[in-house]
């Protein structure tokens, strides 16, 4: 049988500038890496800093147990990868790892939620995986194979009516044919065709052509990062932003008029509809058995 050791501190690049570091008034113990600002802290800190920055503090303090869990969980399986790598840290304050902030964990449910589930994580057949996260799943979430291609096997697509009539369930953005070929590397664009769709509705690949005729073909996945490069740290309610691949397009005098639901990726946990299952009654368990049916929440020693 396996054992689970609680995770006692945790290692985080802050950032790649002491501008950041200054600015954000860190402290603690900090020392300065040719890859940015490195802060060594208790992995509860940590955690207080995370579910406080990546989901919305007011929302039921269930849904924030079940971001606690998903937290600690990848805390442990990014620090692993670090391992592997051989790298000075234990995980990135990144959108692509997690996002952590000091001053948004003073919140006393975020601090209820990261107590309350002291030691539990994820786990699939007795090993550490990522719990995938996004804000909103638009309905339906979508399969780790679907959106990156690879073979997390756990990471199944499930309805989720949960997701269906919240704040990210009804969205459109508008993008001028400049516009969309400067996001994308190319030209002004004539066309953009969707040439398939997988099973949770989500764009899987799609086709852009230039005026002068060049095409571009790319996953829906690297069509969503592209916006999010072009525009870094954009929120939802920004012009560019392309909050998710579950979405229709139209175009109209060289503009490009979308169409879609969700917000993220749509792997995972729906923050959105954790929030919604927690008010009507679903605890943090009930709630990550739900989007993560196949893992199972096992406690460290």
Not at 43 to 58: C, F, H, Q
Not at 158 to 166: A, F, L, N, Q, R
Not at 236 to 263: C, N, Q, W
Request: proline share 3%; with cysteine; charged share 25%.
């Amino acid at each position: 049988m396996l054992k689970y050791f609680m995770l006692k501190k945790a290692v985080v690049l802050l950032g790649s500038s002491l501008l950041f570091f200054i600015s954000s008034c860190f402290s603690g113990n900090i020392r300065v890496d040719s890859g940015g600002i490195i802060k060594i802290m208790p992995v509860r800190e940590y955690l207080y800093g995370v579910v406080g920055k990546e989901i919305d503090s007011n929302y039921p303090v269930e849904a924030l147990k079940a971001q606690a869990v998903c937290a600690r969980t990848n805390a442990l399986y990014y620090k692993n990868i670090a391992r592997e790598k051989g790298l000075p840290y234990d995980i990135k304050n990144s959108v692509f790892n997690q996002v952590y902030d000091k001053d948004d964990g003073d919140n006393v449910n975020v601090i209820t939620a990261v107590d309350s589930t002291k030691g539990e994580i994820l786990t699939y057949h007795g090993k550490i995986v990522e719990a995938f996260f996004c804000a909103s799943s638009g309905g339906c979430t979508d399969s780790a194979e679907n959106v990156w291609g690879q073979g997390d096997s756990y990471a199944i697509s499930v309805p989720d009516p949960y997701s269906k009539k919240g704040t990210y369930d009804r969205w459109t953005k508008e993008f001028s044919s400049s516009e969309l070929g400067a996001i994308l590397g190319l030209a002004s664009v004539k066309t953009l065709r969707i040439l398939e769709r997988d099973s949770s509705g989500r764009v899987q690949y799609i086709e852009a052509k230039t005026y002068s005729g060049i095409t571009k073909t790319m996953s829906g996945n690297k069509f969503r990062l592209s916006f999010i490069y072009s525009n870094p740290g954009g929120i939802f309610i920004d012009a560019r932003t392309l909050p998710s691949t579950k979405f229709k397009v139209k175009e109209s005098d060289r503009r490009f008029i979308f169409y879609g639901s969700g917000y993220g990726h749509g792997v995972g946990m729906s923050q959105e509809g954790a929030k919604i299952m927690a008010e009507k009654g679903f605890d943090y368990k009930q709630i990550l058995h739900y989007y993560f049916p196949l893992l199972k929440i096992t406690r460290l020693k």
